[in-house]
């Protein structure tokens, strides 16, 4: 588990092309690495990887097929900067909220304008992840934990302040890069809670469940 606030921007390092998959070299820069041990997991630009090389200044990490074609990991390439995270230990203050690092889908950022000293984004996102997205409710873009603004079917916004904007790659986007988007896992084990035995998703009334449950008239 992670808390979306970003501790360092690495850069890809290497990129290895193995039977499939792929091998990352990954700098991490100002990264405090002094207690990570060989498994453990560091968030990169959101995507949940396992250290299987650790040196000073860089670890090693394989991706996977899945990983490549659901995330954009197969898009870095060496020189790319990233968001980086280590994993949250129990003593860590939870500062963001709690990502779990595994990407639900990717979105596009889709206008990117000034408002007073933030930037505001605004970014869609697939059909299937929208109904977790709530306005005032938290998403991690990129390994970033965000709040939403506004929100409707088929795309959100963020205010990103100049800190945020200094601090991670935010500020390296621009209209039509895509990125890493991972809804509150909270909305999805309410959801799971509510339907309770139904046997699909797709025969969900959603309208008829909320109104049922309390939360809308």
């Not at 209209?175 to 509150?184: F, M």
């Amino acid at each position: 588990m992670f808390t979306g606030i970003i501790q360092a921007i690495g850069k890809i390092k290497r990129v290895e092309q193995r039977q499939g998959d792929v091998r990352l070299t990954v700098e991490t820069a100002g990264l405090d690495l002094s207690d990570a041990g060989l498994g453990d997991s560091i968030a990169v630009n959101g995507v949940c990887l396992t250290a299987i090389e650790l040196s000073p200044g860089q670890f090693v990490a394989d991706v996977s097929n899945e990983t490549l074609s659901t995330t954009t990991v197969g898009q870095t390439a060496v020189g790319t900067r990233v968001n980086l995270e280590c994993a949250l230990q129990a003593q860590t203050r939870l500062g963001g909220h709690l990502v779990s690092g595994h990407v639900d889908g990717v979105g596009k950022l889709v206008e990117r304008k000034a408002d007073a000293r933030s930037v505001r984004f605004t970014f869609s996102m697939p059909a299937e992840i929208a109904r977790y997205v709530a306005q005032k409710g938290s998403i991690c873009i990129d390994g970033i934990s965000l709040t939403v603004n506004t929100v409707d079917d088929e795309s959100f916004s963020v205010n990103i302040v100049p800190h945020t904007l200094e601090m991670t790659t935010l500020g390296d986007r621009q209209e039509g890069d895509s990125v890493n988007l991972e809804v509150d896992v909270i909305a999805r084990y309410l959801e799971r809670l509510m339907i309770g035995g139904q046997k699909s998703e797709a025969s969900v009334d959603y309208q008829a469940l909320l109104q049922n449950s309390g939360f809308i008239k």
